[in-house]
């Protein structure tokens, strides 16, 4: 079992960047798929990004390709999530989530195949 902190949450306007971070408490480059999904208000939880962290593949959701990034700091077991060019739709609570595996290939964006997960930071965005 993987501890995971959330942090970077807050409040933007339209068009601006915030960057998430997402600490874990295990070594992440010994082989993660770490992953970050976000729910809104009423609606499922949504794939965002993933990476796996040995082999360095990344996935995207469509909604967000092109503005966002994941990137990995594995000296500190942290994933971070890049969020440019922010839209009032992206007004979510952002969760990390973690699964070891050793896998090579794209860790994908189903929420199922992650079995550790965040308590969440909120994102806001004003237009």
């Known amino acids: 079992q993987v501890q995971l902190l959330e942090s970077g949450g807050g409040s933007v306007q339209t068009g601006e960047s915030l960057r998430l971070s997402c600490t874990a408490s295990a070594s992440t480059g010994d082989g993660y798929c770490m992953g970050w999904f976000r729910q809104a208000p009423g609606k499922e939880r949504e794939g965002v990004a993933s990476i796996n962290t040995r082999y360095g593949v990344k996935a995207y959701g469509d909604s967000v390709k092109g503005r966002f990034t994941i990137s990995q700091e594995t000296a500190k077991n942290t994933v971070s999530l890049l969020l440019n060019s922010v839209k009032p739709e992206d007004t979510a609570m952002y969760y990390c989530?973690?699964?070891?595996?050793?896998?090579?290939?794209?860790?994908?964006?189903?929420?199922?195949?992650?079995?550790?997960w965040g308590q969440g930071t909120q994102v806001t965005v004003s237009s």
């Open positions: 989530a973690a699964r070891w595996t050793t896998w090579a290939g794209n860790c994908g964006l189903r929420e199922t195949a992650f079995d550790n």
